[in-house]
């Protein structure tokens, strides 16, 4: 079984077994910040490729283990979607798989930023982007996929990190190492009976089966601005679920990085499908709750005011 670092010399790239006759690796780097795999770039002698390669832990977090099967989740999810010729070309395509090794080599879609600047205000989303990005949940929400791998133990994982965690008073996490005054901030949301109640209940949806191929994770980090468009990339969370956990996810990061409210109107008004719309803002609401006071903190600029209005426009959400 082949391991690989971001160290990996091109000798050893070279003694892997997955070039092309004559081919042979000439440059190596990691490929941006990945939160949960190693993802390395590699240009050959022939072409530039994506080297993807799971392990049995997150990555950025090397302490909280995770099924290194995930990759197999990506692989069959690119497969899936490749079907629609539209969405196939806003993903990278497969080059090659190796599920022993639990490595995916895919065409490297040039050098590009993910979208993680809108927390800082450095980028709000132009309409064109929103409509590209609504245009890919659509069609993809749209596929009619009858098998898919249950992804169980990466939902599992997310859950306790969406659901769970963030909400236990005793932690082991102070929230005040990210911004003074945010831990005692978090009790009140940490103490609320009703609103763990709700979450308990949200959180048992979203393990139970549903019939939509849904990304899983489609936040900023997610979204690769290209030469060539919006790709999407990292679907290791996709699994058959219900749409509004998407489009939830969606709406609570253009609140977290502060974006313009009417492009909110458009995300909804572009969707094609059907959906339950109390059900978004729940889980929405979710997600900028447990982004703000849970160990998944994102690059935001917000003070200590925002966040608190941000946090109660969480709740709100959740229980209304």
């Known amino acids: ?80 979607i490749a079907r629609d010729a539209w969405i196939k070309d806003r993903v990278p395509k497969v080059v090659f798989f190796d599920a022993e090794s639990h490595i995916l080599i895919m065409e490297d879609l040039g050098k590009g930023l993910d979208f993680s600047k809108i927390y800082s205000g450095e980028k709000t989303l132009t309409e064109d982007e929103i409509i590209q990005l609504v245009d890919f949940l659509s069609r993809m929400h749209g596929l009619k996929v009858d098998e898919f791998p249950v992804n169980m133990k990466m939902r599992l994982l997310n859950h306790e990190h969406l659901f769970q965690f963030p909400f236990l008073e005793e932690n082991g996490f102070d929230l005040d190492t990210i911004q003074s005054g945010l831990q005692a901030l978090s009790l009140t949301y940490k103490r609320d009976v009703q ?101 998944a903190q994102l690059p935001l600029t917000l003070t200590l005011s925002q966040k608190a209005k941000l946090l109660r426009k969480g709740k709100y959400l959740i229980l209304n």
């Open 195 to 295: 609103l763990k109640e709700k979450l308990k209940l949200l959180g048992d949806r979203y393990l139970s089966p549903g019939k939509v191929l849904i990304h899983g994770d489609f936040y900023p980090g997610s979204w690769l601005d290209v030469s060539s468009g919006i790709k999407i990339i990292d679907p290791e969370f996709g699994f058959l679920g219900e749409p509004e956990f998407d489009l939830g996810i969606f709406l609570a990061h253009l609140d977290l990085a502060q974006q313009p409210e009417l492009l909110r109107g458009s995300i909804l008004s572009a969707y094609s499908n059907p959906l339950d719309l109390q059900l978004v803002g729940q889980f929405q609401g979710m997600e900028i709750l447990r982004r703000l006071i849970g160990i």
């Open 1 to 80: 079984m082949t391991d690989l670092t971001e160290d990996s010399s091109l000798a050893d790239l070279q003694n892997l077994p997955y070039w092309l006759p004559g081919e042979h690796p000439i440059k190596s780097e990691p490929a941006g910040e990945s939160n949960m795999n190693l993802v390395l770039r590699i240009q050959t002698s022939h072409r530039n490729l994506i080297i993807k390669q799971s392990k049995p832990y997150v990555r950025k977090y090397p302490q909280i283990p995770a099924p290194v099967d995930r990759i197999e989740v990506e692989y069959r999810f690119l497969q899936e």
